[in-house]
């Protein structure tokens, strides 16, 4: 499968844990993006990366919230001390640059108990 | 700001019927806009793309159809079927990353 892959696909966690996500974008992809979608509404832009340079982050992404791609390849979310408002699925796209479709992954299921 | 918005939430065809799924914009600088078809449980797919030097686009079973004078998008699928059931969502963005709407649910009744 040669698409954008997210892992884990679902998370449980406890309030005040932190979790980790992994997306690995298309292959030769430089631009790399994180959303976030709550039941019934579109996805909300989080952050993206053009290679390994974090170039936009949205309101939305509190300090609790840091994204990375070391490599320019696969890029990390972590969630610090998680509260029940951060369960939501996390979604990642990825696109050949500007003025190219961006690809989603099938996305990681996050809930906070 | 700029917003991205659908005019209806809710969309039931017959199977075979077509569909037509209206999106709103209102920065007029938005450029390139792309349509998604998400599953339930799954990420939006990417359907069809255009651009803003272009008033309609075709791909297999559906046609993108842009008006910039008033500011408007829609995603047209022939003959729908079963399958394309789901939430579509229409998504704008070259330079910025995609700006997203709540999307309509299309049902298709058998």
């Known amino acids: 499968d040669t698409g954008v892959s997210q892992d884990p696909r679902h998370k449980i966690t406890k309030r005040g844990q932190n979790v980790t996500f992994r997306c690995d974008p298309i292959?030769?992809?430089?631009?790399l993006y994180w959303y976030r979608q709550t039941l019934g509404q579109g996805p909300e832009f989080l952050t993206y990366f053009q290679n390994e340079a974090q170039l936009e982050k949205s309101r939305l992404l509190s300090d609790r919230f840091s994204a990375e791609r070391p490599k320019g390849s696969f890029s990390t979310l972590e969630i610090q001390r998680t509260e029940q408002g951060d369960s939501a699925m996390y979604l990642c796209?990825?696109?050949?640059?500007?003025?190219?479709?961006?690809?989603f992954g099938q996305g990681t299921r996050l809930t906070v108990v | 700001g700029e917003s991205v918005g659908l005019h209806l939430p809710t969309l039931s065809v017959q199977e075979g019927d077509n569909s037509i799924i209206n999106c709103a914009y209102s920065n007029s600088a938005s450029d390139y806009f792309i349509w998604y078809k998400q599953e339930s449980g799954k990420g939006p797919q990417f359907i069809i793309d255009?651009?803003?030097?272009?008033d309609k686009r075709q791909g297999q079973r559906v046609t993108v159809l842009l008006n910039k004078t008033v500011k408007h998008l829609s995603l047209q699928i022939a003959a729908t079927q079963p399958g394309d059931s789901a939430v579509y969502f229409c998504a704008e963005g070259l330079n910025t990353p995609l700006v997203f709407g709540k999307g309509t649910r299309l049902s298709v009744i058998a």
């Open positions: 292959s030769e992809h430089n631009r």
């Open positions: 796209a990825s696109s050949l640059g500007v003025g190219t479709g961006a690809f």
């Open positions: 255009i651009r803003s030097n272009m």
